[in-house]
C-alpha cells in the first residue's frame, strides 16, 4: 500500500488566516490526490481531485497545488465554518488509502 | 439532487450479525461504484470494500477480506454492508460514498469518493 502522511496534525489559526496543510506520498503518485473535509459529527466531503481540480460548489478559497510525492491544501482565508479536519487521499493504486488527517481548529 | 442514505444506528452483541444499508437516489444507480468507508472512533479513514451494483462485482481491501460481505440489490438501490460474528474492534462510524470513476477500475486514474452517505454508527458492546 501507499503510505499517505499530512503534517501538521493539527493546528490553531484565526479566522482570516492563510493556511497551508501538507500531504506526502510513500511513492510518487503524479497528481492522483484527493481532499477532503470532514466537519464535526459529520461525512467527509470531497473538496479537490487530481491535486488541484476544485469540486464544484467548493469555495475558491480552497486550493490544491502538487505532484509527485508532495502536496498542498491551501485556504486562503479562514472562515468559522473551515474549522474542520482535512484528509488527503491517493488514488494512484487501487487499494486507495487516506492520511491520518489535519485538524484545523480556532486560536 | 445526488444522495446516499444510509440506515441508523445500531447496537449489537460481539457474536452477534449485522446488515446496513446504502441507498442512492438522484442518479441512475446501476452505472457507478459505490466504496464502504470505515472511522473508528477519534481515528482516520479507510476503505473497506467497493460494488458495482449493476452487475454485484465487487472488490475488498486486503484489511476486511473474510471479515465482511458488500452486496446490492439493484431494483431498489440499495448497498449493503455485513458483518456474521462482530466484534467489539468493529465500533465505528460506517460511510457508503459513490466512486467517481469509470466502471473499468485500473490504477493510475483519476477517481475520487462523493458524495458520502450521513454515516451509520455501529457499536458492538457486551
Known amino acids: 500500500d501507499i503510505q499517505m502522511t499530512q503534517s501538521p496534525s493539527s493546528l490553531s489559526a484565526s479566522v482570516g488566516d492563510r493556511v497551508t496543510i501538507t500531504c506526502r506520498s510513500s511513492q510518487r503518485?503524479?497528481?492522483?490526490?484527493?481532499?477532503?473535509?470532514?466537519?464535526?459529527?459529520?461525512?467527509?466531503?470531497?473538496?479537490?481531485?487530481?491535486?488541484?481540480?476544485?469540486?464544484?460548489?467548493?469555495?475558491?478559497?480552497?486550493?490544491?497545488?502538487?505532484?509527485?510525492?508532495?502536496?498542498?491544501?491551501?485556504?486562503?482565508?479562514?472562515?468559522?465554518?473551515?474549522?474542520?479536519?482535512?484528509?488527503?487521499?491517493?488514488s494512484y493504486i487501487?487499494?486507495?488509502?487516506f492520511a491520518q488527517g489535519t485538524k484545523v481548529e480556532i486560536k | 439532487e445526488v444522495q446516499l442514505v444510509q440506515s441508523g444506528?445500531?447496537?449489537?452483541?460481539?457474536?452477534?450479525?449485522?446488515?446496513?444499508?446504502?441507498k442512492g437516489s438522484g442518479y441512475t444507480f446501476t452505472n457507478y461504484w459505490i466504496v464502504w468507508v470505515r472511522q473508528m472512533p477519534g481515528e482516520g479513514l479507510e476503505w473497506m470494500g467497493i460494488i458495482y451494483p449493476g452487475d454485484s462485482d465487487?472488490?475488498?481491501?486486503?484489511?476486511?477480506?473474510?471479515l465482511i460481505t458488500v452486496s446490492a440489490d439493484k431494483?431498489?438501490?440499495?448497498?449493503?454492508?455485513?458483518?456474521?460474528?462482530?466484534?467489539?474492534?468493529?465500533?465505528?462510524?460506517?460511510?457508503?460514498?459513490?466512486?467517481?470513476?469509470?466502471?473499468?477500475?485500473?490504477?493510475?486514474?483519476?477517481?475520487?469518493f462523493d458524495p458520502w452517505g450521513q454515516g451509520t454508527l455501529v457499536t458492538v458492546s457486551s
Not at chain 1, 487501487?94 to 488509502?97: D, F, G, K, L, V
Not at chain 2, 444506528?9 to 446504502?22: Q, T, W
Not at chain 2, 462482530?86 to 493510475?108: E, N, Q, V
Open chain 1, 29 to 90: 503518485i503524479g497528481s492522483f490526490l484527493n481532499w477532503y473535509q470532514q466537519r464535526p459529527g459529520k461525512a467527509p466531503k470531497l473538496l479537490i481531485y487530481a491535486a488541484s481540480s476544485l469540486q464544484s460548489g467548493v469555495p475558491s478559497r480552497f486550493s490544491g497545488s502538487g505532484s509527485g510525492t508532495d502536496f498542498n491544501l491551501t485556504i486562503s482565508s479562514l472562515l468559522p465554518e473551515d474549522f474542520a479536519t482535512y484528509y488527503c487521499q491517493q
Open chain 1, 94 to 97: 487501487t487499494s486507495w488509502t
Open chain 2, 9 to 22: 444506528a445500531e447496537v449489537r452483541k460481539p457474536g452477534e450479525s449485522l446488515k446496513i444499508s446504502c
Open chain 2, 58 to 66: 465487487t472488490r475488498y481491501s486486503p484489511s476486511f477480506q473474510g
Open chain 2, 75 to 112: 431494483t431498489i438501490n440499495t448497498a449493503y454492508l455485513q458483518w456474521s460474528s462482530l466484534k467489539a474492534s468493529d465500533t465505528a462510524m460506517y460511510y457508503c460514498a459513490r466512486f467517481g470513476g469509470p466502471r473499468l477500475i485500473s490504477s493510475a486514474a483519476y477517481n475520487w
